[in-house]
């Protein structure tokens, strides 16, 4: 049974960084992409940005580019979210998932973690 769990959430001040981990078990990961979203209090739940497990391949929404990047340590069944220069609006619960690729629709995808709070003050 696939699970995948989240943690590195908190509270920061906008422009600090923080790193998110997302543990995956029951996955071949080789098959999977792993992808961040994030939902904000009364919003959708949004695409941050996705790695395919098998080559490395990153995808990032506007709104975090050049600020957050995924990596991966396979060893450790672990994807992280690293992000920088975070702004107020960044504020939300983050979520990791996987799917066969590495689709923007949270729809596309049957595997889910419970979620961390990042929150960002001014």
């Known amino acids: 049974q696939a699970q995948l769990v989240e943690s590195g959430g908190g509270l920061v001040q906008a422009g600090d960084s923080l790193r998110l981990s997302c543990v995956a078990s029951?996955?071949?990961?080789?098959?999977?992409?792993l992808t961040w979203f994030r939902q904000a209090p009364e919003k959708e739940r949004e695409f941050v940005g996705s790695?395919?497990?098998?080559?490395?391949?990153?995808y990032y929404a506007d709104a975090v580019k050049g600020r957050f990047t995924i990596s991966s340590d396979n060893a450790k069944s672990t994807a992280y979210l690293q992000m920088n220069s975070l702004k107020r609006e960044d504020t939300a619960v983050y979520f990791c998932?996987?799917?066969?690729?590495?689709?923007?629709?949270?729809?596309?995808?049957?595997?889910w973690g419970q979620g961390t709070q990042v929150t960002v003050s001014s």
């Open positions: 998932a996987a799917a066969g690729g590495p689709y923007r629709n949270p729809r596309a995808y049957n595997y």
């Open positions: 029951g996955i071949t990961f080789d098959r999977y992409a």
């Open positions: 790695m395919m497990w098998n080559d490395d391949t990153e």
